[in-house]
Nanobody, 127 residues
């Protein structure tokens, strides 16, 4: 089992920045590719960003590319999502997820590839 706990959400204004953190415990963190997803009210969950086990591979949704940055620290067992130039449409509950991966550089882009999920943290961006 892998336990994931997100933090760093909050209420900000459009154009502001936030950094989300997701602390992992349980199994060896570096064995898992990590991802950030979000779900807004009335909408389906969507992938925001993903990072490979070794941190060298990343993938972003088109809606956040250039504004968000995913990174991980395999010593601190933590994955981060730096969110800049936030927009009201970024408002959602943000979830981190962990998925088993055989290859260090593999990025998991589909939610069904992830085995463990956190409880989520709310991000609200006012206009």
């Amino acid at each position: 089992q892998v336990q994931l706990v997100e933090s760093g959400g909050g209420l900000v204004q459009a154009g502001d920045s936030l950094r989300l953190s997701c602390a992992a415990s349980g199994r060896t963190f570096s064995n898992y590719a990590m991802g950030w997803f979000r779900q807004a009210p009335g909408k389906e969950r969507e992938r925001v960003a993903a990072v490979s086990r070794n941190g060298r591979g990343t993938s972003y949704a088109a809606s956040v590319k250039g504004r968000f940055t995913i990174s991980r620290d395999n010593v601190k067992n933590t994955v981060y999502l730096q969110m800049n130039s936030l927009k009201p449409e970024d408002t959602a509950v943000y979830y981190c997820a962990a998925g088993g991966s055989l290859y260090g550089g593999e990025v998991l882009v589909k939610s069904r590839s992830y085995d463990y999920w956190g409880q989520g943290t709310q991000v609200t961006v006012s206009s």
